[in-house]
Every structure is written in structure tokens, then in C-alpha cells.
């Protein structure tokens, strides 16, 4: 049985970043189209509740886990 994998800190230079941008800044997802799939499934989740918008803000200092790997986004200031 493996452990989870250690959150990835994903820095952003502005005030918040759109969900799917979010996944594919990180490497999780190869596309947008992936994004939005997997958004809209259910499988991704911000701060422990499923989010099914791919437009949904995320700020830093939230937790986003996809796929058994979270992401925590940091300000890249």
C-alpha cells in the first residue's frame, strides 16, 4: 500500500486562478479538455468538497486534490 503523495505547492502571480488553469498549470491534467472532464465528473475537489466548475476561483492557501495528488496554491509574490 503506497502513502499519499506530499502536496505540490503551485504558486500563481495573481489574486486567484480558474480551476482548470490550476490543473494544468500543475502538470496533473495534459489539456483543457482533460481539465474540464475530470471537473465535471466530480473528481476533483477544493478545500475537501467536489467542485464541478472549471471556472471556479481558487486563491492561495486553498487545497485542491485530483487523482490522489493535492494541490496547496501559493502567491508567487
Known amino acids: 500500500m503506497s502513502s499519499p503523495a506530499a502536496p505540490l ?10 480551476l482548470g488553469q490550476l ?6 491534467v495534459d ?3 482533460m481539465a474540464r472532464s475530470v471537473i ?8 475537501g468538497a467536489v467542485e464541478t466548475r472549471r471556472g ?3 486563491r492561495p492557501g486553498q487545497v485542491v ?8 496554491v501559493v502567491s508567487d509574490t
Do not use: F, H, N
Open 9 to 18: 505547492e503551485v504558486p500563481i502571480r495573481d489574486e486567484s486562478i480558474r
Open 23 to 28: 490543473l494544468k498549470l500543475a502538470g496533473v
Open 31 to 33: 489539456d483543457g479538455a
Open 40 to 47: 465535471e465528473l466530480g473528481e476533483v475537489t477544493v478545500d
Open 56 to 58: 471556479a476561483q481558487v
Open 65 to 72: 486534490t485530483y487523482g490522489g495528488q493535492s494541490l496547496t
